[in-house]
């Protein structure tokens, strides 16, 4: 199959690529640059760098008529949404809807969306959120991403486009850059390798669903080959304190885990966040399969690997 992925040289669309490529694809991987790197791309696979907003972008479609397309580009922090709400429609509303005009043109069949839980249902009071929960997301990013999994609705009943939204919990692994907000175990595993201890912000008892970026590949492949279609939330379903958190990853970096700071707490910061997977495990028979201590090693011994990655 003839598959495009849309920031492909970022931290989760690399290994989306990986996984297509291993499974005998052939991969573009478009991406500006902006927080990803060239280093992430597959050799195997075919870059692309260009921004999605560019004019040239249509011509490149055309050339490669993919018949799938990932799109995993974004302007993913938060902060910048809040700040900049205009510039966050424009990179994430607006020039995805230009990926999918341009795709339509030229014969796409499938679009798969990297949407997010955590943006999207809000404080998970009462546990895990399933894809029925109230729709609430509390900043701009979030809007965005809601925005999108609803136009792609409206593709499928106006177009017949074939889509999925993929809703990712905290997704961690190799190759996340450690400046991102959301990336906490990439902050803390960056600490750690420099040997200095993890700083939490708060009392450390907020939880997070920590899935494995390579898990989020396997359940994309999935629902290409079945063809999904619609809103899936991808987690584990599981709920870690960041406390645990930087407990395990000192134990991992054998560092003493009575080293951890805590700062003060970020006003408004979400407490709890968990989404319930049970549709994905139903409908795709996905299960998130790494446990939280392997993908944590891997990710530590990544940085480790990995010194000049900031
Ligand atoms: N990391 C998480 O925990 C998480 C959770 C939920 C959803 N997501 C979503 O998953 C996707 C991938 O996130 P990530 O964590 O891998 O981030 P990332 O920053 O590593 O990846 C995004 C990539 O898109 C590229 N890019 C950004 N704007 C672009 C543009 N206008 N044109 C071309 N390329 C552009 C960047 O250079 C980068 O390589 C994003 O859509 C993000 O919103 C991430």
């Known amino acids: 199959m003839r598959i495009l992925v849309t920031g492909g040289a970022g931290f989760i ?8 490529i291993a499974e005998g694809n052939q991969v573009w991987a478009l991406d500006n640059l902006r927080s990803g790197s060239r280093t992430n791309v597959n050799p ?33 922090d938060v902060r910048v949404s809040c700040s900049d709400p205009i510039f966050d429609a424009t990179e994430n509303i607006i020039a995805t809807l230009r990926l999918i005009e341009v795709g339509l043109k030229n014969e796409m069949r499938f679009f798969g969306f990297a949407s997010s839980g955590g943006a999207i249902y809000g404080e998970a009071s009462n546990g895990p959120q399933s894809e029925i929960h109230l729709e609430v997301p509390m900043n701009p990013y979030g809007v965005a991403k809601l925005a999108i999994d609803k136009y792609l609705h409206s593709y499928s009943v106006q177009r017949s486009l074939k889509s999925v939204s993929l809703r990712f919990s905290n997704v961690y692994g190799p190759r996340q850059g450690a400046k991102g907000e959301a990336g906490v175990v990439a902050v803390f595993a960056k600490l750690l390798r420099d040997g200095k201890p993890p700083r939490i912000n708060g009392d450390g008892l907020q939880t997070r669903d920590f899935v494995y970026a390579p898990d989020l590949a396997e359940a994309a492949s999935m629902v290409l ?22 407990k395990n990853l000192c134990s991992i970096a054998d560092m003493d885990d009575s080293l951890i700071q805590h700062g003060s707490a970020i006003q408004g910061e979400q407490r709890r966040s968990v989404l319930d997977p049970s549709k994905a495990a139903r409908e795709l028979v996905w299960n ?23």
């Open 288 to 310: 998130p399969r790494t446990s939280f201590a392997h993908g944590l090693k891997t990710t530590y011994d990544w940085f480790v690997a990995n010194r000049s990655v900031e």
């Open 225 to 246: 080959k079945q063809r999904a279609t619609g809103v899936f939330n991808l987690g584990t379903g599981i709920e870690t304190t960041i406390l645990d958190l930087a």
């Open 13 to 20: 669309g690399s290994h989306f690529v990986d996984r297509f």
């Open 44 to 76: 195997k696979a075919k870059f692309i760098l260009m921004d999605l907003k560019d004019a040239a972008l249509e011509s490149e479609v055309a050339q490669i008529r993919p018949e799938a397309v990932f799109h995993l580009a974004a302007q993913i």
